[in-house]
């Protein structure tokens, strides 16, 4: 079993920043995945970033490329979301994520996504 714990999420104005951080334990998988997703209210949940434990290999979706950045502490089995230049349509439920088959790349398919954290909510006022 994996347990992944969020925080990091709060309210900012549009253009500024927050990361986010997931801490897991449990059991760990050296090839796997670590996926950030978010929910909108009234919206399905979608793909954010993830990153491979093992390589670093990143995966962005196209609306966040350029604005936030993914990363890992191996030695503190956390994972970051750097989020900069925030704008209001960034404003949903944060969920960390894990996928424990080793993979080529890191999925963007929330169905491959086995452990999920509780979410946290970042606000972004305009």
């Known amino acids: 079993q994996v347990h992944l714990v969020e925080s990091g999420g709060g309210l900012v104005q549009a253009g500024g920043s927050l990361r986010l951080s997931c801490a897991a334990s449990?059991?760990?998988?050296?090839?796997?995945?670590m996926g950030w997703f978010r929910q909108a209210p009234g919206k399905e949940r979608e793909f954010v970033a993830a990153?491979?434990?093992?390589?670093?290999?990143?995966s962005y979706v196209d609306s966040v490329k350029g604005r936030f950045t993914i990363s890992i502490d191996n030695a503190k089995n956390t994972v970051y979301l750097q989020m900069n230049s925030l704008k209001p349509e960034d404003t949903a439920v944060y969920y960390c994520?894990?996928?424990?088959?080793?993979?080529?790349?890191?999925?963007?398919?929330?169905?491959?996504?086995?452990?999920w954290g509780q979410g946290t909510q970042v606000t972004v006022s305009s």
């Open positions: 994520a894990a996928d424990p088959i080793g993979r080529w790349r890191p999925s963007s398919n929330r169905q491959d996504y086995d452990y």
């Open positions: 449990g059991r760990t998988f050296s090839n796997s995945a």
């Open positions: 990153i491979k434990w093992s390589r670093g290999i990143t």
